[in-house]
């Protein structure tokens, strides 16, 4: 999205905020001032303020009263939270992706696939992460329903506020064989296979995402 595609600087502020804090530019607890955001885009400080607000309402940012705006802490209750209700949407899409999905949808898979194996063979894996979101979502457009898909989308970006990067090689090596097994089903047009496939990744992917959080915050990470 270009600068001339937002509606306002409010809406510029918000999109390049979000994006910036689920690339896990910012740390958890950390204060945004108002004063540097607005110097940075070179606006005044009313439409950061407004952005900010949209960005409280959605969870991404905490208003402290006479103490301005920070990046939200996360909580293992959110996290299982938000993983639960993936694990419902994600299964739901797929199992209707496999009664959708085209001859070429499954190719665009297979060669997404392979992409994805040579970002883990250079070792780029804040270039796999990205990846795997588009092979994720290839599968779940095929869905058909936009709703769905959306609701996905938001629960990935929430989730994905905190640091993925620290997965280990290895975890990534065992969620590729599961991607390998998920195409599978899908070429079968084994609905059931490809569900209960994608319920187990969902939740392997929590695991392991839990693990990675505690390493790094400890006891910060709440209850």
Not at 133 to 153: A, C, E, P, Q, T
Request: charged share 30%; net charge negative; glycine share 6%.
């Amino acid at each position: 999205m270009t600068d001339k595609q937002y509606k306002t600087k409010s809406d510029m502020v918000y999109h390049k905020m979000r994006e910036s804090i689920f690339k896990g530019e910012y740390t958890p607890g950390e204060r945004i001032f108002v004063s540097v955001v607005a110097e940075q885009y070179g606006i005044s400080e009313i439409p950061v303020r407004e952005a900010f607000r949209t960005l409280v309402q959605e969870g991404v940012l905490t208003s402290k009263p006479n103490n301005g705006f920070f990046i939200s802490q996360i909580s293992l209750k959110e996290v299982k939270n938000i993983f639960r209700v993936r694990v419902l949407l994600e299964s739901m899409a797929t199992k209707e992706a496999c009664n959708n999905i085209t001859e070429e949808g499954i190719a665009s898979l297979e060669s997404l696939y392979q992409e994805g194996r040579a970002f883990i063979s250079s070792g780029d894996f804040s270039g796999y992460w990205k990846h795997n979101r588009k092979w994720h979502f290839m599968i779940y457009s095929f869905s058909g329903n936009d709703v769905l898909v959306r609701l996905i989308s938001e629960l990935f970006d929430f989730s994905a506020r905190y640091p993925l990067y620290f997965t280990k090689k290895e975890e990534i090596e065992d969620s590729m064989v599961v991607h390998r097994q998920i195409i599978e089903a899908l070429k079968e047009r084994d609905a059931d296979e490809a569900e209960a496939l994608i319920r187990i990744h969902t939740l392997d992917t929590r695991n392991h995402y839990v693990a990675r959080l505690q390493e790094v915050f400890g006891e910060r990470l709440g209850d």
